[in-house]
């Protein structure tokens, strides 16, 4: 089975940038669906971006612009580039993946329902 696990979470100022990673073993990134998800306390967990087997990608509209999700097939690795960083953009940030395919007539690929395989998590805190 796949396995996730993320890292480049950390204490960055408003405006700064942050990239983390999530390590993929068992699949490569090219045969799999995956995604970013991020939860803030008392928050449900909600979609930020996702990248499918086609690299099609889709954003949340409060990332869309600042945050690049890509691949590094060498490293076999899923990234998020994450720009100008808002203290609302603080939270946990959970990779997650599922198996192909990426689509579907009802297929959301921010619906955490779609993802089977997640992360522990990395953690991300915007301060002023």
């Known amino acids: 089975q796949p396995q996730v696990a993320e890292s480049g979470g950390g204490p960055v100022q408003v405006g700064e940038s942050l990239r983390l990673s999530c390590a993929l073993s068992?699949?490569?990134?090219?045969?799999?669906?995956l995604a970013w998800f991020r939860q803030s306390v008392g928050q449900r967990r909600e979609g930020v971006a996702s990248?499918?087997?086609?690299?099609?990608?889709k954003y949340a509209d409060f990332v869309r612009g600042r945050f690049t999700i890509s691949k590094d097939r060498q490293k076999n690795t899923l990234l998020l580039q994450m720009d100008n960083l808002r203290i609302e953009d603080s939270g946990m940030y959970y990779c997650?993946?599922?198996?192909?395919?990426?689509?579907?007539?009802?297929?959301?690929?921010?619906?955490?329902?779609?993802?089977?395989?997640w992360g522990q998590g990395t953690e991300v805190t915007v301060s002023s």
């Open positions: 997650a993946a599922s198996s192909l395919p990426c689509d579907g007539q009802w297929y959301n690929p921010l619906n955490e329902g779609e993802y089977f395989y």
């Open positions: 068992g699949k490569t990134v090219d045969r799999i669906c």
């Open positions: 990248i499918d087997d086609n690299q099609r990608t």
